[in-house]
């Protein structure tokens, strides 16, 4: 299987602040009427044909023989996309963010490996409830989390070539649709986190956490409230 170590990962998918800034500007030009989430929606939609072509064309040139050279591409292309939408997003919601290059690269990672930087920020003793938040990624940048959250992230973009390679890379002429449906659903879902985590929006993972202790405590109340009644 192909394999990236973390500075080609982090050269692939950090993109220069300026061509986010250019791409956010270009967005706006191009629909004055639009609000920066609408645009930032907008940017998630562009990127998604982009990434579906990319999962098109790899998977038709993907034979037992060019697997791990498509698998390759494929993925160099994704970390490309996954980046400059990632940026593209702080720049049209949080460009002051792009003025601290640590911040902007931890950023990056949390939207496109968000299993990555919380798996660290746990191991780094950030509390359960809060480890994907903007105000917790931020606090921890140091160079101690930036190099766990670095190893992490080699280690899932590895876990997910494996399981997409087995997907779409065996058989070229069906790969190409599923490779087309695999790349669209995973820039959604890069595009998705980047723009909920610079307007404040709790992942759905802390969603889940938070109506799961509501209910616990409700329940708690309730069964004290009848104690008390009796």
Known sequence: MASFDLEQILSLLIPRPEECRQEAERLRLGNPNQSDEQLARQAVKDSRKWAASVGAATGVA?????????????????LRLEGKLAGTVAALLDPDSLA???AFRRDILRAVFPGAVSQAM????????????????RRIATHEAGKEIGERAVKFLGIRLS??????????????????????????AVGNRAVDYHLGIDPPEQRVRKRVVSFVRDQKR???NRKKSK
């Open 222 to 224: 309730r069964l004290t």
């Open 122 to 137: 746990r191991k780094l003793g950030v509390r359960a409830g809060e480890e994907m938040t903007k105000a917790a990624v």
């Open 100 to 102: 601290d290059k640590e």
């Open 163 to 188: 399981e997409k390679a087995v997907a779409s890379k065996t058989v070229p002429v069906v790969g190409a649709g599923i490779g087309a449906a695999w790349n669209w659903l995973e820039i959604q």
């Open 62 to 78: 993907a034979s037992p023989l060019t697997m791990l050279p498509a698998a390759a591409a494929d993925a160099a292309a994704m």
